[in-house]
C-alpha cells in the first residue's frame, strides 16, 4: 500500500504519516530525512543535494525523484506513506512514472484541509528546543517550565518558519504548487479531502482504508 498526504504547512502531515505508518506497518518517507541520509552515505547524489541543502535552495525536482527511486528500490515490496511529497505536478508526474517502472501504484492520496486562520494559530504557537529539537505548543503541548525544554532544559525559540508573515509567504507558494497538483489525483479519483481541524483524522483516514480493502 502507498499513500500520499498532502496538505498546508501546519496542517499535521508528519504527525499523521507516522501514525499511519504505525498503523499499517508501512515505512514514512518524508524527503528531508532521506535528503540528510543521502547526504550522510557521502554518495554522489548526496555530494549534489548538499550544495543545495548549505545554499538554502530547493532541490531540484530531478534530484529529489532520484532520491525517490534509489529508495523505492532499496525498500522493494515495503508498504509507504510518502510526507508531503510530491510537492508539484512535475514531481508528481516523476513518481508516476518511476512507480510504472517498478509496477506499483498510489492507493490513497489523503489531503488535509484547514483553515489559513487555523493554520496561523498553530504554527505562531510553535516553540523548538535550540538545544535537542524537541518540539512544543504553547496551546496544545506547553512545556512544564515556560522557555524551557521539559527533556534537556534547553531554551525554547520560535523559529523564523513560524512568524505570522512567513507563514503567509509559505501558504502562497503552497497554494501556488498544489493548485495543478490536487485536480492530478482528484481526476485519478484516488483523492480523499480530510479537515485536519478535527480531532478524527485518522479514524477518517481509516475508515476510508478500510472501506476500500472490503470491496
Not at 512535475?90 to 512507480?99: H, M, P, S, V
Request: hydrophobic letters at 35%; a neutral charge.
Amino acid at each position: 500500500m502507498l499513500i500520499i498526504l498532502l496538505g498546508p504547512p501546519g496542517s499535521g502531515k508528519g504527525t499523521h504519516a507516522e501514525l499511519l505508518a504505525k498503523r499499517y506497518s508501512l515505512s514514512h518517507i518524508a524527503t528531508g530525512d532521506i535528503f540528510r541520509a543521502e547526504v550522510a552515505k557521502k554518495t554522489p547524489l548526496g555530494e549534489k543535494i548538499k550544495t543545495y541543502l548549505e545554499s538554502g535552495k530547493l532541490v531540484p525536482d530531478e534530484l529529489v525523484l532520484a532520491v525517490i527511486e534509489g529508495y523505492l528500490l532499496e525498500s522493494k515490496n515495503e508498504g509507504i506513506v510518502f510526507d508531503g511529497f510530491p510537492r508539484t505536478l512535475n514531481q508528481a508526474l516523476g513518481l508516476e512514472k518511476i512507480l510504472n517502472r517498478l509496477e506499483k501504484r498510489i492507493s490513497f492520496v489523503f489531503l488535509l484541509e484547514l483553515s489559513a486562520a487555523e493554520i496561523i494559530r498553530r504554527l505562531t504557537t510553535r516553540r523548538v528546543c535550540r538545544q535537542c529539537a524537541a518540539i512544543y505548543n504553547l496551546e496544545s503541548k506547553p512545556p512544564k517550565s515556560p522557555g524551557r525544554c521539559d527533556l534537556c532544559g534547553g531554551e525554547l525559540y520560535q523559529r523564523e518558519d513560524d512568524k505570522e508573515e512567513t507563514i503567509q509567504k509559505r501558504l502562497l507558494v503552497y497554494e501556488e504548487e498544489a493548485k495543478d497538483l490536487i485536480p492530478f489525483y482528484e481526476k485519478k479519483g484516488i483523492l480523499y479531502r480530510v479537515s485536519g481541524e478535527r480531532e478524527e483524522v485518522q479514524e477518517e483516514m481509516r475508515k476510508i482504508i478500510e472501506g476500500c480493502r472490503s470491496t
